[in-house]
């Protein structure tokens, strides 16, 4: 039974390739890299026990995420939201009812499995002996792997092409995992949007004056009274009011935002800009770093 639709799979399968630290530990479903972690992750497994795998686990930052090549499938389908405060960082295992299959297992929950890669579809599942990763278009893969950049990245689809500036692989075989919807889908996007950022709307006059800015507002679902509420505490304190510096940066990471305008980007960092914008109980998830990212170049995020 599908659980998510592919669009939404390989969201967050670059979301974490994009976004997130991550390194490649084996057996590993997205823990964050906490003491008690990495002590369980360096006796669990001999390939982790090796020297230089076991340095690379106990060198790694409490907000950087183990996973291995299927575990980052089960992980996104178990639920994992990047939660540095949970010990499989959101993810539940067994979670939807899937399954908990190895590598070249999770292949016979696939249908539709074909060598020829002029029929592969975004969301498919890519496929070589001891090795998965998910296909997310224009000859590209989000893959777990530890050669290169060592931990999820996105990869070259050398069955397709090979791409300028990513590493390549060539993979045996793809299919359609049975727990994703590969049905098109209208995206819809919520219009709901936080407080401080429909005010500012309302101040640049994207919402219109008088009744007419009464009546779009509650159309589309906010609390006038408390919109206009916001306004004006922003238009009264606006020569106190600062924001971050807008990035050259066009990427989709936060983390790498921040750090081209030299601003702190860890985890704590973070959570109080979020704190601070408008995002409560931040824990990392990917629509936050989102709004945060959206927040800042457009030079509304404050510091």
Same mark, same amino acid.
């Given at each position: 039974m599908a659980i998510m639709n592919y669009n939404d799979?390989? /969201? @967050?399968?670059?979301?974490?390739?994009?976004n997130y630290k991550t390194l490649y530990i084996l057996g590993c479903f997205g823990s964050p890299m906490t003491y008690s972690n990495k002590k369980r992750f360096t006796t669990n497994y001999s390939y982790n026990q090796e020297k230089?795998?076991?340095? /690379? @686990?106990?060198?790694?930052?409490?907000?950087?995420?183990?996973?291995?090549?299927?575990?980052?499938?089960?992980?996104?389908?178990?639920?994992?939201?990047?939660?540095?405060?949970?010990?499989?960082?959101?993810a539940t295992y067994l979670e939807n009812g899937v399954l908990d299959v190895g590598a070249d297992e999770i292949m016979n929950y696939c249908k539709d499995v074909s060598s020829d890669f002029s029929t592969i579809q975004v969301g498919e599942l890519l496929s070589m002996k001891g090795h998965v990763g998910i296909y997310i278009g224009d000859g590209l893969a989000v893959e777990c792997t530890p050669i290169w950049n060592d931990g999820v990245q996105i990869t070259a689809v050398s069955n397709i092409g090979k791409k300028e500036g990513y590493p390549s692989r060539t993979w045996t075989r793809h299919g359609k995992l049975k727990y994703i919807d590969y049905q098109d889908k209208e995206i819809i996007t919520s219009s709901k949007k936080q407080l401080v950022e429909v005010a500012y709307e309302v101040i640049d006059g994207k919402w219109g004056n008088g009744n007419v800015r009464k009546e779009k507002l509650e159309g589309a679902g906010y609390n006038y009274k408390e919109v206009q509420s916001r306004v004006n505490?922003?238009?009264?304190?606006?020569?106190?009011?600062?924001?971050?510096?807008?990035?050259?940066?066009?990427?989709?990471?936060?983390?790498?935002a921040l750090k081209e305008i030299q601003v702190d980007s860890d985890f704590h960092n973070r959570k109080n800009i979020a704190q601070k914008n408008g995002i409560t109980n931040y824990t990392g998830r990917p629509t936050e770093n989102i709004k945060l990212l959206s927040l800042l170049k457009s030079g509304r995020l404050l510091k």
């Open positions: 799979f390989v /969201k @967050i399968a670059k979301d974490i390739a994009i230089n795998r076991k340095e /690379k @686990i106990l060198a790694a930052s409490s907000d950087t995420f183990g996973f291995d090549c299927v575990c980052l499938i089960k992980a996104i389908l178990w639920g994992w939201t990047g939660d540095i405060t949970k010990n499989y960082g959101g505490e922003i238009l009264s304190s606006q020569s106190q009011i600062s924001y971050y510096p807008i990035p050259s940066y066009t990427g989709n990471s936060i983390v790498d």
